[in-house]
């Protein structure tokens, strides 16, 4: 495989409308698209994102054109590690894969995947693999790209459960009777949501850090990877919190703004000295109603996989605060 970059490699579709067509480029980071997105993209899959996460090699960019509305209408990255024969979508991120513009037909989506995978053959990369992002972010377009790659011969190789909360409706009205009751201990016991300020993450990090250990859990992110994030990106990421009647903290979240309409919980943590209060529950009640004042259509509460399976106590767990299973595929070629 070649490591010099090509920048801005230009392509027709020749099986779709000759008004698309690819815009390749092959280097050490990604580039800002030449036309503007004709969707939000999400906030993993934007480039100044993209070029954050730790990596050596070569990222393979595909922005597929519309010149009539001249609009980038769909965004692929893979990343290949030098010398190597596989490529990753993400590198370092819960996702990656193809997002794409309301409307775009199937033949146009097809003749994109075909192009992006016959320019990755031609520069000796062998296998593709591909996390994409759960269906609730966007039902139709998940739908149409899993038939598109399914019929591309790509395998589903890993079908994750993931759990959202959907903002529209009441919190406490899906709770089941044993939650509603420790969200109701919580609030007698005068515990308080909060919004905390972004220095306070040394503290949180420490705080998400223990709470993770006493559960058997791995390390979060480190404290530079996570204040680098929040300085980057200062308002798509938030600090949460659950305070006691003495003000200490009983339960901490960063949640992370995927989009304009979907919240995602990155990290929830409680110590298991606050098992009788559950103040994740309220933890959870807070960022809701946070959601949902700011126009969020969706609060993502993440999958129940561990690498051994499926998580049950966990999955159970979402399901009685009123999580909504849907799908997260992961494919490979």
Known sequence: MSSAPVLFHWFSLAAADSR???????GPTVPAP??????EPFLFLRPEHLNLQPFEGEIFTFYLEDSKTQQTVAQWHE???????VAHSPWQAPFGSVQLAAGLDKATLRAFVEAARTELAQRGIRQIRLKSYPFAYDPAASALLTDVLVHQDFRVTLAELNNQLPLARDFRAHLVTAQELRLKRCHRAGFVFEQESPLLLTPAHAFISACRREKGHSEPLSLERLQELFAKFPRDHFLFSIRDAAGEWAALAIVVQISSKVLYSFYLASPLSYNLFSPVVMLLEGIHGFGRANGHRLLD????TLPTGLNASLL????HIGGVPGLKLTFEI
Do not use: C, D, N
């Open 34 to 39: 030449l036309w503007p997105f004709a969707f």
């Open 316 to 319: 159970a767990f979402k399901r």
């Open 79 to 85: 990343f290949v590690v030098a010398g190597a024969e």
């Open 301 to 304: 509460i993440g999958t129940s």
């Open 20 to 26: 698309y067509g690819v815009r390749l480029h092959v």
